[in-house]
């Protein structure tokens, strides 16, 4: 089974809540506080490889969570962060919000690895509340915490060459004989069901050529395996358009040529302006050369053709040559433009305030979560910290210039306070 998009979930890790905790010493009897940070939330990160060309293992694992950060200590201990959690995927795999289809990343660089979730972060301990008047703070912050995501992963294959013609032609042999790939290679047709992606070294330089399965007329109707391959060799730079030159099965190898060619032109017509080096293949089969001339005669001078034969290996050197110097003239392969989108952003100075009855305001936003996080209902302390946060973060202006009187209500959250002067 080939699958090249899937949804799969994912969430950061929590951030650890912050120790309440007061120092304990002999002869210390009224230690002040000491309880220390919580650890940060794993992030959820993905990494491009050329190990994997396909998503399917997502259809077996589509929940991925990163750990979360770890509780603060006594003795002013931090928590432990969670671990980061590292998703790999083909490169090429472009990472979208499902919700909203808008573009995250396009893992193009391999090894790159790329946050998509940030983890969330520690809670402060109750040393952190400590203040002249305030000696002994009973109440820390909770950690952050984190929203499960849905994305959807859709695979748009990177490859510097692509390799394109009817079924049975060769190409798979033909990938075979220059790269590292070993595809699955049979005399019937619609043997490649998936693209296959190999490493071509010539010389110094190494190159990576794709195999997709083959076309027929009428593709775009669905002919055959359709045209939905073709997106796995849309982000290349160069086409190698494989031709039986034997006639074997009774075709015109021009008029394949130009069957190929119109179905490449209904798919995309920039694809089909992609330079394109043309290869006769099963040389070893031809009797009569004069069929090869005819060929060359009409695709025009102009137009690269070079004949091979790839089982046995005949002239394999000479275009592996010609396709790299092909494509040394060739500007090379850029990542998606896309516009920066975040899937979880985070705006940590949002205030929003909204009165939602006659006497009912509600205040919410970034800010607010954040500050949020250290109230402690029943703990006067907290809730008196809390207000100060209020009132010297301007919220309480906020809410005046609203209207709020005395004895109105402010939701925050869950959590309903009263309003008094
Ligand atoms: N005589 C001869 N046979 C070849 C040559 N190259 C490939 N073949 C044979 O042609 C048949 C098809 O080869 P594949 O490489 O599977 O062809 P393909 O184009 O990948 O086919 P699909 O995956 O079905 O599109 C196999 O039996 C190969 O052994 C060649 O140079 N000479
Ligand atoms: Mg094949």
Redesign the pocket.
Known sequence: MFVDNVKIYIKAGNGGKGAISFRREKGIPNGGPDGGNGGRGGNIVFRATRDLNNLVAFRYHAHFRAQNGQAGGSNNKIGKSGEDLIIKVPQGTIIKDDETGKVIADMFYLNKDVIILAGGEGGKGNCFFKSPTRQAPHFSQMGESTKEYAVRLELKTIADVG?I????????????VVSNAR???????????SPNLGVVKYYEHNFIVA????LIEGASEGQGLGHEFLRHIERTRLLVH?I?I?R?EGRDPYNDYLTINEELKKFNKELAKRPQIVVL?????VRDYASIDEFKYRIGKNKKVIC?????R?NIEELIKTIWQELEKLPKLEPLEIEEYELDKKDKTEIIVNKVSNNVYEVSGGFIENISRGIVVNDYESLSYFWKRLKNDGIVDILKKKGVKDGDTIRIGKVDFEYIE
């Open positions: 390799l013609g009817y079924p049975n032609v060769g190409k798979s042999t033909l990938l075979s595809p699955k290679i049979a005399n019937y047709h619609f043997t490649t069901l195999d997709i399965p083959g494989v039986d034997s074997e293949n099963k040389m070893d089969k091979v034969s790839a089982i046995c005949q």
